[in-house]
T-cell receptor, first 111, second 115 residues
Framework: GEDVEQSLFLSVREGDSSVINCTYTDSSSTYLYWYKQEPGAGLQLLTYIFSNMDMKQDQRLTVLLNKKDKHLSLRIADTQTGDSAIYFC???????????FGTGTRLQVFP | DTEVTQTPKHLVMGMTNKKSLKCEQH?????MYWYKQKAKKPPELMFV???????INESVPSRFSPECPNSSLLNLHLHALQPEDSALYLC??????????????FGPGTRLLVL
């Protein structure tokens, strides 16, 4: 199947690190993505990782990819209240234009 | 500039109305996409246009009719919609499509309510 699973909810204290996890299904995925969606808004691309990489760091964001377990994670360092949003992972399907999105994780940051 | 714009931001329509959603990008992208997103759900792909030709239709009902007049514009024509079609409609674009996945950039969406 094409189910991409994420935990529904994550609550962290401001200044702590957040780790959002994603399990995908298509072993032929070329790229994997993380998108952020604030309430009532569209999707903002945060970062992506090519499938032959294990890790990618971009400022406060670190993406880890375990291709054997089909597990992707997004770590946000020094989480801020402005990071509160829904985070979607997404996988490309083979050599197509299709993106399959995960179920989304709602991140809540409290002071 | 990585901006995809969509109009209108909000739309309320009756089941007998005809309306259109518009999407525009000036990044020179040659692939454009329509997604539908219901509340608390991930986006679901509806259509893909590649080089102004429809390349993917995810079995979308014919009351949704996409149109790509040129490489910068993508429309979604709506007719005889049902209340369950109420959702956020997202447009996206990417540099190219074909043999490898290109990063998709999303617009802010049009929130549609069908009464």
């Amino acid at each position: 199947g094409e189910d991409v699973e994420q935990s529904l909810f994550l609550s962290v204290r401001e200044g702590d690190s957040s780790v959002i996890n994603c399990t995908y299904t298509d072993s032929s995925s070329t790229y994997l993505y993380w998108y952020k969606q604030e309430p009532g808004a569209g999707l903002q691309l945060l970062t992506y990782i090519f499938s032959n990489m294990d890790m990618k760091q971009d400022q406060r964001l670190t993406v880890l990819l375990n291709k054997k377990d089909k597990h992707l994670s997004l770590r946000i360092a020094d989480t801020q209240t402005g990071d509160s949003a829904i985070y979607f992972c997404a996988e490309s399907i083979g050599n197509t234009d299709k993106l399959i999105f995960g179920t989304g994780t709602r991140l809540q940051v409290f002071p | 500039d990585t901006e995809v714009t969509q109009t209108p931001k909000h739309l309320v329509m009756g089941m007998t109305n005809k309306k259109s959603l518009k999407c525009e990008q000036h990044m020179g992208h040659r692939a454009m996409y329509w997604y539908k997103q219901k509340a608390k759900k991930p986006p679901e792909l509806m259509f893909v246009y590649s080089y102004e030709k429809l390349s993917i239709n995810e079995s979308v009902p014919s009351r949704f009719s996409p149109e790509c007049p040129n490489s910068s514009l993508l429309n979604l024509h709506l007719h005889a919609l049902q209340p369950e079609d109420s959702a956020l409609y997202l447009c996206a674009s990417s540099q190219d499509s074909g043999n490898y996945q290109e990063t998709q950039y999303f617009g802010p969406g049009t929130r549609l309510l069908v009464l």
